[in-house]
């Protein structure tokens, strides 16, 4: 195997953190948001939701509900006083937090009660969490009981929806949040160097999973949702989670012939830098082979069409177009953006699987492209993620990638090819 070359991509800095002007670039930027809505406060809760909305007001995860006025500081509404406990910790090191008023509680109505105290029981309140949120929250992630006992208590309020005003906001990252991503790019390498060693003929999907993870840990990163997709086999159409870590399933034995393939979803500062890493262990079979050039070629038309101005669908259609002359299907995304905001399919050579138990479950839904109008702005972020299909033989490879003013900045380069394994 010949060693990938990752000098300028998996070279790690000292882990960065953020100020208190990036605090301030936040809260001011979203207030003018608030102010052209007419909208005297937000309330944002992460309620367990992938994106851990919260945090971004905060620069924290404590299971809270932040209130956002537009003409006062902020508040900060936790269910449990353990949540605190461990911020203090933080402050004991010299890492102090972004807001000083924090309260006990939580639900709707403790919010509603937070919103009176301020005087804004009538005012006009924007609320952040109505769908979509993420990928498995198209219909949003507002507990029922919390809408409920919020609009029991606030008969007068005006409550309406921030939610898309809130998450385009953050698809701009600033310097700081760049510098964030790059880390966890520069982690996710990391990672995958990790893979390579790791998925080997007779080792378990078990092993090649906890040296992932290890790599992402030991540089102080975490995980989003769903973690670690990791999935392996000649002809394994499936995507997702390993089995073994959903059912009593015991880890799939890796042998030659596979196809080692994960969604690594390193995260930090709520900066995600996400990738696609494909392992072969040698001999593939023919149409794999050709899975692999065809997603490769891909992947460099989609670094090609990035740049400021153009329309998210403009480059899931440049994506689009190698995979969909070479005769492949797509199972899974082939670009969105990093954060949630749009996501690109393709409907390309579906009808290859026409009859068959995955054309039978795919065909149930329309596979298409979520906001294809947004324009690409220089300091957004990307996933490429082109995954090219001949029946249930698939390859997915690719990385983050950043608008810049002179187009794409590629944020990982391990992960943008399949690896091989010699025999």
Not at 24 to 41: F, Q, T
Not at 103 to 108: L, N, V
Not at 393 to 403: A, D, E, H, T
Request: charged content about 20%; hydrophobic content about 40%; glycine content about 12%.
């Amino acid at each position: 195997m010949t060693p990938p070359d990752t000098a300028a991509f998996a070279t790690l800095a000292v882990a960065p953190t953020l100020s208190p002007a990036e605090r301030d670039r936040r809260w001011k930027g979203l207030r003018a948001v608030m102010s052209g809505r007419g909208i005297d406060a937000i309330l944002v809760g992460s309620f367990m939701g992938r994106e851990s909305l919260e945090s971004y007001l905060i620069d924290d995860y404590l299971d809270a509900i932040v209130l956002l006025p537009v003409a006062s500081e902020p508040v900060v509404l936790t269910f449990s006083p353990s949540r605190l406990s461990r911020m203090y910790e933080s402050e004991r090191s010299g890492h102090g937090g972004w807001v000083s008023d924090f309260r006990i509680g939580g639900g709707g109505a403790k919010a509603a009660a937070l919103l009176e105290e301020k005087g804004l029981a009538q005012g006009r309140i924007g609320l952040v969490g109505f769908g979509p949120t993420a990928p498995g929250e198209m219909e949003g992630l507002l507990p029922l009981g919390f809408h409920k006992n919020l609009l029991a208590q606030l008969p007068n309020a005006d409550i309406v929806d921030f939610t898309r005003d809130y998450t385009d906001f953050i698809l701009v990252k600033s310097d700081e949040e760049i510098a964030l991503l790059r880390y966890a790019a520069a982690v996710s390498e990391k990672a995958c160097l990790a893979m390579i060693e790791a998925a080997r003929p007779g080792a378990s999907e078990a092993e090649v999973y906890a040296e992932i993870m290890r790599a992402i840990h030991r540089h102080g990163c975490s995980t989003r949702y769903p973690y670690l997709s990791l999935q392996s086999g000649p002809d394994n159409i499936g995507w997702g989670v390993p089995r073994w870590t959903v059912r009593a399933e015991p880890p799939r034995i890796l042998a030659r012939g596979d196809m080692v393939q994960a969604e690594i979803h390193t995260l930090y500062g709520g900066q995600e830098g996400q990738v696609q890493m494909a392992v072969a262990l040698d001999p593939l079979h023919a149409d794999l082979m050709r899975c692999e050039a065809v997603a490769r070629e891909a992947y460099e038309a989609g670094v090609a069409a990035v740049r400021p101005g153009v329309t998210f669908e403009s480059v899931v259609r440049a994506m689009e177009a190698p995979i969909a002359k070479a005769g492949c299907w797509s199972k899974t995304p082939l670009l969105h953006t990093l954060t949630f905001g749009s996501t690109g399919f393709t409907a390309a050579n579906r009808g290859q699987i026409a009859g068959t138990r995955e054309g039978r479950i795919e065909g149930q839904m329309t596979p298409g492209i979520r906001r294809g109008d947004l324009v690409l702005q220089e300091g957004m972020g990307l996933e490429l993620e082109p995954n090219a299909c001949l029946g249930n033989r698939r390859v997915n490879i690719g990385g983050g990638v950043l608008v810049t003013a002179r187009g794409a900045e590629e944020l990982n380069r391990i992960s943008t090819r399949v690896h091989h394994i010699a025999a």
